[in-house]
């Protein structure tokens, strides 16, 4: 009789122990439970911390079942895009005249086909590098007014940040993957034709029809050294 009792004792703890941590548990998920938009904060977190990740090392992971939840999985499906913030692009290992063509198939204005063309910088490079690019827009620099780009290039640097390779922007163009809108490369800018000096500008819209691409998906110079830029404008660095 005794021994019954304990037990049923001891079944009661367990029952009011489990309930307990069950009820915990739905307490933590309705309260803890990360927004989209953190979730995407955290894959661009961890994303950054792994300098070697190609876009197609993170489409393997998009993939494995095994590696990531099926709640991130979904969202990075939904998003379809690489993260701006953070992403591991490749530069060199490409003829000149290669990137040419894909530029020209890619929606490029003449002018920064100009830029592109004369810069002995770019193709160069006889082997791949990956190179680590950040993402942040002006205000999250610290700008209450309105900069011009070598302020913001500057404010970059300080910050920790370098100058991108030329390269970097026909690359990242010719990639895609990224999300609807415009990025300003931070870069030492390139003299046109006129001798004019512009960075490039990488202007997305693959989600627009297709009136609204031929006015606003290409690949462009900026819109000057002296133009004061909105605080909400992108701007892309490389990282060490």
């Known amino acids: 009789m005794l021994y019954s009792t304990r037990k049923q004792a001891s079944l009661d703890v367990l029952y009011l122990t489990n309930r307990r941590r069950k009820e915990q548990l739905m307490t933590r998920e309705t309260v803890q439970h990360p927004s989209q938009g953190q979730l995407l904060d955290i894959i661009a977190t961890l994303t950054g911390a792994i300098p070697d990740l190609t876009r197609e090392g993170a489409q393997r992971i998009i993939e494995n079942k095994k590696m990531i939840t099926p709640r991130i999985r979904d969202i990075l499906s939904e998003v379809g895009q690489l993260s701006w913030r953070s992403l591991v692009i490749e530069i060199g290992g490409m003829p000149k005249k290669e990137m040419l063509h894909k530029l020209k198939k890619a929606r490029t204005k003449a002018w920064a086909r100009d830029m592109f063309e004369g810069c002995p910088e770019i193709g160069s490079l006889s082997e791949s590098v990956p190179v680590r690019l950040v993402g942040h827009t002006i205000a999250e620099l610290g700008f209450k007014e309105k ?25 990242l163009w010719i990639q895609g993957g990224l999300e609807d809108g415009g990025y300003h490369i931070a870069m030492d800018p390139l003299p046109d034709k006129n001798g004019t000096k512009e960075p490039f500008f990488l202007a997305f819209a693959n989600g627009a029809d297709e009136k609204n691409r031929e006015m606003y998906h290409w690949l462009h110079a900026g819109p000057g050294l002296k133009a004061n830029l909105e605080l909400d404008s992108r701007f892309i660095f490389a990282v060490e």
């Open 147 to 171: 900069p011009t780009y070598p302020e913001v290039c500057q404010r970059g640097i300080e910050r920790g940040c370098r100058l991108c390779h030329p390269e970097v922007g026909p690359r």
